[in-house]
């Protein structure tokens, strides 16, 4: 069963505008992390921001803000004031805390790819 | 600090043959992941390593295989490879324990003909 689901293969926003990028997350462990990469066209995954399931704040890291709803099991990806550069795939990423069953191991969603047009 | 770093940044094999893919951790991290990046696939984990042992794999046959030396860098070996092999491999490292986010190489694209 998928375990994290990105309903969006592509978006577009307007530079310095907002976007929100969605992920839900399937998952019976309590314990858990979610991460979002960025990846360009280069290939490398660049960590983002990280927000742990017990984590009762949102988590932000500069012009990127998690909105994690826990009932809802999703954790949206907000890039605030877009730039140019922000154009590349983002994955989201889940990892459950049961090294005795797939170890850290991440699991991703198959990705969104966002277009910032001037 | 110096990021993980991986060798080579591309190859090209033929189908039967085998390869070995190289990663350099962070220094201080001690467990090394890769991950297969097929397109169309996503990110598919295929190994974690950590203080030299192999301690979990993802679904991937035993002809994926590697290991994880005293330095922490690590090898990833494909035997007999088939075209569905064809794929970015990225490597990722972090400090051991689940609370740490996981840093990636800039992968090795393979192709398989």
């Known amino acids: 069963a998928q375990k994290i689901t990105q309903t969006q293969p592509g978006m577009f926003v307007q530079e310095k505008e907002a976007v929100t990028l969605d992920c839900t997350y399937d998952t019976s462990d309590p314990s858990y992390g979610l991460f979002w990469y960025k990846q360009p066209s280069s290939g490398e995954m660049i960590f983002l921001i990280y927000q742990g399931s017990y984590d009762q704040q949102n988590a932000t890291e500069g012009r990127y803000s998690l909105n994690f709803q826990k009932a809802r099991k999703s954790a949206n990806l907000v890039i605030s004031a877009s730039q140019l550069g922000d154009s590349a795939m983002y994955f989201c990423?889940?990892?459950?805390?049961?090294?005795?069953?797939?170890?850290?191991?991440?699991?991703f969603g198959k990705g969104t790819s966002l277009l910032v047009t001037p | 600090e110096a990021g993980v770093t991986q060798s080579p940044t591309h190859l090209i094999k033929t189908r039967g043959q085998q390869v070995t893919l190289r990663c350099s951790p962070i220094s201080g991290h001690t467990s090394v992941y890769w991950y297969q990046q097929a397109l169309g696939l996503g990110l598919q984990f295929l190994l974690w390593?950590?203080?030299?042992?192999?301690?979990n794999r993802g679904n991937f046959p035993p002809r994926f295989s590697g290991r994880q030396f005293p330095n922490y860098s690590s090898e990833l070996n494909v035997n007999a490879l088939e075209l569905e092999d064809s794929a970015l491999y990225l490597c990722?490292?972090?400090?051991?324990?689940?609370?740490?986010?996981?840093?990636f190489g800039p992968g090795t694209r393979l192709t398989v003909t």
């Open positions: 990423a889940m990892r459950e805390d049961t090294p005795w069953d797939s170890g850290y191991a991440l699991n």
């Open positions: 990722a490292s972090s400090p051991l324990g689940s609370s740490y986010e996981q840093y």
């Open positions: 390593y950590d203080e030299g042992e192999e301690r």
